[in-house]
């Protein structure tokens, strides 16, 4: 057991201690405060039944006939009858009255023998009988009580006992489900991000369920992410391997025949831009997910912003028979990073130029939601679109759809483009459209402005 199992089980019985004695002593006071309040004596012919009754058992029987007396009276409704010596003391260790008691005396003193009886017990000892009017005094401890263990400690210890069983059930429930996220936590940062804690917590509703599922998120994110990241080494790998390996060949007909060596050469000079190209695109990547979009500090008109980039998009397009035309229905500012929006936006209409179908044109539109909340930038072009199975994926990095043309690009332009808006706050997705082709839908909000 752990060390707060010990504490949350010592602070109950502490607990429940202290409450049990400050009640008893509540108690106590009250019953005190109520016995010297007690000063009229009971008369009338029950009273005087139960004098003469527990006078004759005092005067034969002496304290043990008092005492087997007062055993036969109901525990509910005890002998009323107090039997007090000289010095003040009930015969059955009662409580007595003290004004009740003082009445008596004087009562006796004056002859009256209504109310009070002196009797002399076999021992020769002298008794007061008198019965309090208002309340019957405490069932009486000693002598008269039933064979077997004292009820009160018997009492005493069930209560204890019930309570330790208690305390120790309920420190135990909450000490148990801490062990099990002590011991998936450990698991987890020794590699095992499978290690999922709710299955053994049960469906518990209260704060520690939050936490194990809490703690079940962070393991499921960890996962993601790791995966994410040897998935994405592993795809680099690979992406490096296939210019290294034309490297290598080019270097190796160089030198094999050196009247090919310009063309070698040129080859060698294209593999050392493409891989310059993927390792650009790799930091770019890398250093959007380090999130270094924390300052974001420029005001950017996003129309001026996309006019500039399809102006030059559409230069480019001209030269295969393609347009590229924008549409914004007014102009405004948004706070963010432009070199990074830019190449956001840039990625997406150099593919839409890149797939749509000569002849056709990619349109580019600029508008507000209709909440007013968020900017709504849209590319669309008529090219072959992407099969639905895959716009899930299409965001991934080294995504690149299984009907692309040959050589296309890394993969990595959307990756970075979903980074870069994400970045902002916003979201992109992907959908084909009516009539062929692929939209690209990028939402900014304009609230971080
Ligand atoms: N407008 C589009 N129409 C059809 N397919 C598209 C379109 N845009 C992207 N794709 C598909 O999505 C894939 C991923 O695009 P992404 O921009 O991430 O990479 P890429 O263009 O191949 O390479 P680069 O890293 O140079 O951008 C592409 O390879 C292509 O198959
Ligand atoms: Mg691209």
New binding site residues.
């Given amino acids: 057991m752990g060390r707060l199992f010990w504490k949350i089980l010592l602070v109950f019985v502490v607990t429940m201690l202290v409450t049990s004695f400050g009640v008893g002593f509540v108690v106590h006071i009250h019953a005190q405060q109520r016995l010297a309040q007690m000063t009229e004596l009971a008369a009338g012919p029950r009273a005087e039944r139960n004098l003469a009754a527990a006078g004759t058992a005092l005067r034969y029987g002496g304290a043990a006939g008092f005492a087997t007396l007062a055993g036969q009276w109901p525990a509910r409704r005890p002998l009323p009858v107090l039997a007090v010596d000289a010095t003040g003391a009930d015969v059955l260790g009662r409580s007595v009255p003290p004004l009740a008691l003082e009445r008596a005396r004087a009562l006796s003193s004056a002859g009256d023998d209504d109310a009070v009886r002196p009797v002399q017990a076999p021992d020769g000892r002298h008794y007061l009988l008198f019965a309090p009017a208002d309340v019957l005094p405490h069932r009486p401890r000693g002598a008269h009580r039933r064979p077997g263990p004292d009820p009160f400690y018997l009492r005493l210890a069930i209560t204890v006992l019930a309570g330790l069983l208690f305390s120790g059930s309920l420190a135990w429930y909450l000490t148990r489900p801490l062990r099990h996220l002590r011991r998936a936590t450990s698991r987890l940062a020794e590699g095992a991000l499978q290690t999922r804690v709710m299955p053994a917590l049960g469906p518990r509703r209260d704060e520690i369920g939050d936490l194990g599922r809490d703690f079940d998120y962070m393991a499921e994110r960890l996962q993601a992410l790791v995966g994410a990241q040897k998935r994405l080494l592993n795809d680099v790998s690979h992406e490096l391997r296939s210019p290294l390996a034309r490297l290598q060949v080019a270097v190796g007909l160089a030198r094999q025949q050196p009247e090919k060596l310009a063309c070698a050469l040129e080859r060698i000079e294209r593999e050392g831009t493409r891989l310059d190209d993927l390792v650009g695109?790799l930091l770019t990547l890398s250093r959007l997910e380090a999130g270094v979009m924390q300052g974001l500090e420029e005001y950017l008109a996003v129309g001026e912003l996309l006019e500039d980039i399809v102006d030059d998009a559409r230069f480019e397009a001209a030269a295969s028979d393609r347009d590229v035309r924008l549409r914004t229905a007014g102009e405004w500012v948004l706070k963010g990073r432009a070199e990074l929006l830019s190449r956001a936006f840039e990625?997406v209409i150099r593919?839409?130029v890149r797939?749509t179908a000569p002849g056709t044109v990619v349109e580019v539109s600029l508008e507000l939601e209709a909440s007013g909340t968020q900017l709504i930038v849209e590319v669309c072009?008529r090219?072959?679109?992407?099969p639905e199975a895959e716009l899930a994926t299409?965001f991934e990095p080294f995504?690149?759809?299984a009907h692309?043309e040959a050589g296309?690009?890394?993969?990595?332009?959307?990756?970075i483009t979903r980074r870069a808006v994400n970045a902002h706050g916003g979201r992109v997705t992907a959908a084909n459209r009516t009539g062929g082709g692929?939209c690209v839908t990028l939402r900014l909000p304009l609230a971080a402005s």
């Fill in positions: 695109h990625n593919n839409a797939h072009d090219g072959p679109g992407v299409l995504v690149r759809s692309r296309g690009g890394y993969g990595l332009g959307l990756a692929l």
